[in-house]
């Protein structure tokens, strides 16, 4: 059995090894005839099923596998469980082999480290040694790893703006000055739409906006009517900031946002939610944040951190 998270994981295992999958969204009859092959035919004729973590419930016995290969991490231990009670079920008479594969620099590196010490501290409550509860949702896990990663701070000596992100009242030369901030910075000032004093949108949708004032101004790209992009008006270098920025022009009176590049995150406090609160258990708990680039939000602040070397993502 291979088991994975994402779709296209699953997809490809089973296109490699024979077509047998269990995934969410699939019709039950297929289901259960990709069971019952896999459970009654031999290791030529059937030799892989691809399972989805989390898909299907946890009604599925696969007891005719020998090997378990967990492709991809579970952002839970009891996900991990899961899997292996599949191969483990009554009927299953012989020992199973069970790997987790974790590739070097990868999230997965992270996250089963977070996973494994949640599991030690879930063990310790099972065996009556803890009666603390036990916090392995999904959250929490997301938050840890979160933390894990900001490894790095961005420099803070260079002067820095006040309140620069959905204030709709900043303008003219502090803008601009915020927007070359973050560029040597390494991130892509883009043009945003202000919230009117009302509350409604400055965008043509106005008061019928799911997110007035917050999102980005766009320049159609075609083909379609409604293919319209943000990513053009993205600020690479210091005259972009100062044309796309400039006083009377097209995008004047509007927000300043931040594309986030490769290699970083944002850690966004809302202290209407709890924020200051969790960010203070999480630094008792994990040690304080870095020192970092930081600007403050109508509810909170966002931090902005690089995470480690050879990281892709950005989040
Ligand atoms: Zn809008």
Not at 95 to 113: F, K, M
């Amino acid at each position: 059995m291979v088991a994975a998270h994402h779709r296209d994981e699953v997809d490809a295992y089973a296109a490699e090894f024979g077509g047998l999958k269990l995934q969410g969204g699939q019709p039950v009859a297929e289901k259960e005839a990709a069971k019952a092959a896999f459970q009654v035919g031999s290791a030529d004729e059937a030799p892989v099923i691809s399972v989805a973590i989390g898909a299907g419930g946890v009604g599925h016995t696969l007891t005719a596998a020998r090997v378990g290969i967990q492709a991809e991490q579970a952002w839970t231990p009891g996900d991990t469980q899961q899997m292996k009670k599949r191969l483990h079920r009554i009927g299953q008479d012989r020992p199973v082999d069970y790997y987790i594969t974790v590739a070097e620099s990868t999230i997965d590196e992270h996250l089963h480290s977070v996973v494994s010490t949640k599991q030690a501290t879930l063990d310790a409550v099972l065996d009556g040694q803890a009666d603390d509860g036990v916090a392995d949702d999904e959250r929490s896990v997301v938050a840890e790893v979160a933390w894990l990663l900001t490894q790095q701070g961005l420099d803070v000596s260079a002067a820095e703006p006040d309140s620069v992100d959905g204030s709709g009242s900043s303008s003219g030369k502090m803008l601009r000055d915020a927007a070359h901030l973050y560029l040597r910075h390494g991130l892509q000032p883009v043009p945003g739409w202000a919230a009117r004093p009302n509350g409604a949108c400055c965008c043509p949708r106005s008061a019928d906006c799911p997110r007035p004032g917050k999102h980005p101004r766009s320049v159609h790209v075609g083909p379609g009517p409604r293919d319209f992009s943000w990513k053009p008006l993205a600020c690479a270098t210091p005259d972009e900031v100062e044309q796309r920025f400039a006083d009377g022009g097209e995008y004047a009176a509007g927000n300043l946002m931040l594309a986030m590049p490769e290699g970083m995150l944002v850690i966004d406090q809302d202290n209407d939610d709890g924020g200051r609160e969790a960010i203070a258990a999480l630094a008792g708990q994990l040690g304080g944040l870095p020192v970092t680039l930081s600007h403050d939000t109508p509810h909170g602040s966002h931090r902005i951190y690089r995470t480690p070397q050879g990281w892709k993502g950005r989040g």
